[in-house]
C-alpha cells in the first residue's frame, strides 16, 4: 500500500538497515510501510576496528589543520577587510561623476568578489578550525522535532513534503545540539537541491543496542556515478556554486561525536544518509 505519494518501492530500499525488527518506531507522516524494517547486519570487529582508526586519523590530522587555520585568518581576513572598505569608498566616489559607469560596474564586481573570498574563508575555518564540542545529554527527537518544525517552510516553498519518523523510546544521547542540527542541516540542505522538480525528504530515528541512528533520505536525483568515493572530500562538488564543505563539514562533526556517517544511492530514484552515535 502506497501512502500520499511517495515511492516507497525505490525509497525504502535506501534506508539501509532502518531499524531492527523489534524496534518500536512511530510515523508522524505518512503512515508505516508495511514490511519496511530490516534488520541491520552486525558490523564486523575489525571493519569496527579499521573504522575508529580511520575516524581517530582524520580527527588528529584536522586539530593540525585547525592550528595553521586560526593563522591563515588572521593574514587573511584583515586584507580583505581593508579592500573591501576601499572599494566602497571608491564606489561612492564614482557616484554622480559623468562616463564612469563601466569603472562603477568594475567595483561592485571586485565587491562581489571579496565578499565572495570572505565567505570561502568561512566556510573553510568552520570546517577546519577547532572544533570545541559542548556536549549534554540531548533528546534526539526532540531535536529532530525542532529541526524539521524550522525547515518545513523551506520545503514547503521548494514543494517537497517532509516527513519524521521517530522512535518511542525517545533515545537521550551526549551532543552538541547547534552542531548536530548544522550536520543535519546540511543534510537537508543537500536533499533539497537533489529534488528541484519537488519530492519526499524524511528523517528517521532508531536505537539498536548502544547506538542510535538518524536518517535523512530523499528521493532526488542521487549521487552521480563515480562521485561516491569523493562526496565527503573537502571543495569537491558537482554543484554550481557549491563550496564542496557542507558533508566534509557534517562528517567531521559526526565524526568528533565518536559517530559515522555513510550513505546509500540509487540514480534517479534517492538517497539516504545515515548518521550512526553512540547512545552513551
Given at each position: 500500500m502506497q501512502a500520499r505519494g511517495l515511492r516507497y518501492d525505490s525509497f525504502h530500499r535506501l534506508l539501509i538497515g532502518t531499524r531492527s525488527e523489534h524496534a518500536r518506531c512511530t510515523m508522524t507522516e505518512p503512515p508505516a510501510h508495511p514490511g519496511e524494517a530490516t534488520a541491520r547486519p552486525e558490523d564486523s570487529?575489525?571493519?569496527?576496528?579499521?573504522?575508529?582508526?580511520?575516524?581517530?586519523?582524520?580527527?588528529?590530522q584536522l586539530a593540525r589543520l585547525g592550528e595553521l587555520a586560526g593563522g591563515l585568518a588572521h593574514e587573511l581576513k584583515n586584507p580583505l577587510s581593508t579592500i573591501k572598505l576601499n572599494l566602497q569608498l571608491l564606489q561612492e566616489d564614482l557616484v554622480g561623476l559623468p562616463g564612469v559607469e563601466s569603472s562603477r560596474a568594475r567595483v561592485s564586481t571586485l565587491r562581489k568578489e571579496v565578499d565572495r573570498l570572505g565567505h570561502?574563508?568561512?566556510?573553510?575555518?568552520?570546517?577546519?578550525?577547532?572544533?570545541e564540542l559542548h556536549s549534554k545529554p540531548t533528546r534526539l527527537n526532540d531535536l529532530v522535532r525542532d529541526l524539521v518544525d524550522f525547515f518545513r517552510p523551506q520545503s514547503q516553498a521548494a514543494n517537497i513534503r517532509l516527513h519524521a519518523s521517530l522512535c518511542q523510546?525517545?533515545?537521550?544521547?551526549?551532543?552538541?545540539?547547534?552542531?548536530?542540527?548544522q550536520a543535519?542541516?546540511?543534510?537537508?540542505l543537500n536533499a533539497v537541491q537533489a529534488m528541484p522538480e519537488g519530492g519526499d525528504l524524511i528523517i528517521r530515528t532508531?536505537?539498536?543496542?548502544?547506538?542510535?541512528?538518524?536518517?535523512?533520505?530523499?528521493?532526488?536525483?542521487?549521487?552521480?556515478p563515480g562521485a561516491e568515493s569523493h562526496i565527503f572530500e573537502a571543495y569537491y562538488t558537482t554543484k554550481k556554486g557549491g563550496t564542496g564543505l557542507g558533508l566534509a563539514t557534517t562528517r567531521r562533526i559526526i565524526e568528533e561525536h565518536r559517530g559515522h556517517i555513510s550513505f546509500t544511492s540509487e540514480p534517479g530514484k534517492g538517497t539516504n544518509f545515515r548518521l550512526d552515535l553512540p547512545l552513551h
Open positions: 570487529a575489525a571493519d569496527n576496528s579499521a573504522r575508529e582508526r580511520d575516524r581517530r586519523d582524520r580527527v588528529q570561502t574563508l568561512d566556510d573553510f575555518l568552520r570546517f577546519a578550525g577547532r572544533l523510546e525517545e533515545p537521550v544521547c551526549p551532543l552538541d545540539p547547534n552542531l548536530i542540527k543535519l542541516l546540511n543534510l537537508m532508531h536505537v539498536d543496542q548502544s547506538r542510535v541512528y538518524l536518517d535523512v533520505a530523499d528521493t532526488g536525483s542521487g549521487v552521480a
